[in-house]
């Protein structure tokens, strides 16, 4: 134990100007055996500085300046949500894949996804970082799995002592990765587009968490069209109460009102994706199917055993029977009657689906039956279980967010 000076939060203590009968003299451990201390029984940074309120950048925000604390609350926010959309889709994306064993459970234990889905992350900043341990923490992929290219893999050994492979060629991530995660600056974009372009093959599914950069300029960099782009709108302001400023991403998506409040169906919420991205999630996951030559009946069949459980709690309740995805819901009239028994689904462009109207976006508007039967997917894969009539779509507002993005509805056909 050593002497120190200890500040405390007296009164005539809260501005820069600190009097000097306000210190006290006391025994006391230094503030960095304390620190020290603390960070051997596994505590973070945040949680040693959570009370002390001097030490939060809040403490020193002049009034005026007060609004715009909002903005870290919406990073943090943007953040969480943009993971926990990413986990959904691969999971979503790996239990399709699982057709020869017959397990299409959404909710995967990380022995059972351990092989199959490789995911391919180019950026190893903050982002790429924090999608990483997603993934790792609850994607249930393993880390031989997850392959990161960063300019810098030296500061990556985190992950690397984990199994993670980490270097430096983005050409080579691509071509050998299932799903590949954009996490780069916008800045860099152009650069490493042309890096990877000639990579870049069917049924790679580009995902870029870039929001800078719009979908139409990436379609046009990489001259490719399986692309996913998720675009969010924030509603409101304060934002403190749902998502928090202090805590990890992985604590808050552990947190069953975080991933209701993220749920795709939600478009009501402070920090909401466009209902264009739940669409494309689907898309996507037919083109998987195709790739997969899968005929059409047989991925429609897969489709409708992971969305819509046997025992289904809101069919129970409302006793009525499970919607069922047909052919039709994705491709126009005169496709389907094109289609014979062995024929695959086309390959979708997936640019296309977030830009324009298609079968799927107008099923999605118009049945709210289908919007909760989504909800609790959503939430059932992160293991939440919602309570009767909990968290589930209201009518209107799907709709409201669906073509808020999209205002032209064109019926579609094949991929183009």
């Excluded at 069953?256 to 996507?284: D, H, M, N, R």
Aim: net charge positive; aromatic share 8%; proline share 4%.
């Amino acid at each position: 134990m050593t002497t120190s000076l200890v500040w405390t939060e007296l009164p005539g203590f809260q501005n820069r100007r600190w009097p000097v009968e306000n210190l006290k003299l006391v025994k006391k451990e230094s503030s960095r055996e304390a620190m020290v201390k603390g960070l051997s029984r596994g505590a973070t940074m945040s949680d040693i500085m959570v009370n002390l309120k001097s030490f939060q950048s809040e403490h020193a925000v002049e009034e005026s300046e007060q609004p715009l604390l909002c903005l870290r609350s919406r990073c943090k926010g943007m953040m969480v949500n943009a993971c926990a959309h990413a986990v959904f889709f691969c999971k979503l994306l790996y239990t399709l894949r699982q057709k020869e064993s017959g397990k299409v459970s959404l909710i995967a234990s990380k022995e059972s996804m351990g092989e199959g889905l490789k995911v391919g992350i180019i950026g190893g900043g903050h982002i790429g970082k924090q999608l990483a341990r997603a993934l790792l923490e609850l994607g249930g992929i393993s880390a031989q799995n997850i392959h990161i290219s960063t300019r810098r893999p030296e500061t990556l050994s985190e992950f690397q002592q984990l199994g993670v492979e980490c270097f430096y060629d983005n050409g080579q991530l691509v071509a050998w990765a299932d799903i590949v995660f954009l996490c780069c600056l916008p800045s860099h974009l152009q650069l490493i587009c042309s890096g990877i372009r000639a990579a870049v093959r069917e049924p790679c599914i580009m995902y870029s968490l870039v929001t800078a950069v719009p979908l139409p300029r990436l379609k046009q960099l990489l001259s490719y069209s399986a692309i996913l782009r998720p675009q969010y709108q924030c509603t409101n302001r304060n934002l403190e109460n749902v998502w928090g400023t202090n805590g990890t991403i992985i604590a808050a998506l552990q947190d069953p009102i975080v991933i209701q409040a993220t749920c795709p169906c939600s478009p009501k919420e402070k920090i909401a994706v466009t209902g264009k991205w739940l669409e494309a999630v689907f898309y996507a996951a037919l083109n998987s199917c195709m790739w997969r030559h899968l005929p059409h009946q047989r991925a429609l069949k897969l489709l409708n055993d992971v969305c819509f459980p046997e025992h289904c709690p809101i069919c129970a309740e409302q006793k009525t029977s499970c919607p069922r995805f047909l052919c039709g819901n994705f491709v126009n009239q005169t496709f389907v009657s094109s289609l014979t028994q062995e024929d695959t689904f086309p390959w979708f462009d997936l640019t296309t689906v977030q830009m324009k109207g298609s079968p799927f976006s107008q099923l999605l508007a118009r049945s709210v039956l289908l919007q909760n039967h989504l909800t609790l997917l959503y939430c059932t894969s992160f293991g939440v279980l919602l309570a009767k009539s909990g968290g589930m779509a209201s009518s209107g507002l799907w709709e409201q967010n669906v073509f808020s993005f999209c205002r032209s509805r064109s019926q579609y056909g094949a991929g183009s």
